[in-house]
């Protein structure tokens, strides 16, 4: 004769209340865990100050709505990110002069003390001669890093095809003179288009 045992139901009523209270217990586990992470989360995008990551987003949305009022393209194909008043854009553009634009717009908003351009120019057939550009603008960066009564940091050199562009914010109309000055000494510098303001002007 077969041995069969039959399971008490109050004993898989307790199994059934006990993996309950374990399931509880794991729930509120992965929400302390999930709590933790929000807080890091928050933590890191609070680091630089509530008050400093306000200006960063209205710098940030400045840029882009100009972007949009000048050409659709511009604000449909460069992303811009702000640290600390720093701009860094990115993305693609057709022709190396739509670059330059998105450059000298970007320092037209109030707040911003640096533009760093990493746009990339997809028509790389309208550069001549690229090498020289570079060239040029690693001189007069050089330049303007070694004169001290420069402040490097706020102003962007952008060389198209012999052209230099300069951007950025000038202290004085003195500072402003020897940025034009020290890019008209460039060797393979045709011409010298200058978009700096002076730091009295009323901007965006």
């Not at 041995?3 to 004993?11: A, E, G």
């Not at 006990?18 to 217990?25: I, P, W």
């Not at 003390?113 to 001189?139: F, G, H, P, T, Y």
């Amino acid at each position: 004769m077969m041995n069969m045992t039959k399971q008490s139901p109050h004993l898989g009523l307790a199994s059934l209340i006990l993996m309950g209270f374990l399931m509880l217990g794991l729930s509120g586990c992965v929400g302390a865990v999930a709590g933790v992470g929000a807080a890091a989360v928050a933590a890191s995008t609070t680091e630089k100050g509530i008050g400093t990551s306000i200006n960063d987003g209205l710098i940030k949305t400045k840029i882009s709505e100009a972007y949009f009022k000048e050409h659709v393209s511009l604000y449909s194909n460069i992303k811009v990110d702000v640290n600390k008043g720093s701009v860094l854009l990115t993305g693609d553009v057709d022709e190396p002069e739509s670059a330059v634009q998105a450059v000298q717009i970007a320092w037209q908003v109030n707040g911003v003390i640096e533009v760093i351009n990493e746009i990339d120019v997809s028509n790389k057939a309208s550069i001549k001669d690229r090498a020289k550009d570079l060239a040029s603008e690693a001189q007069l960066r050089g330049k303007l890093i070694t004169d001290p009564e420069i402040s490097s940091l706020n102003f962007s050199i952008d060389v198209v095809n012999g052209v230099v562009y300069l951007s950025g914010i000038a202290g004085s109309e003195e500072e402003m003179n020897k940025v034009v000055g020290h890019a008209q000494e460039l060797r393979f510098g045709t011409t010298v288009i200058n978009y700096i303001r002076l730091n009295d002007d009323d901007r965006l």
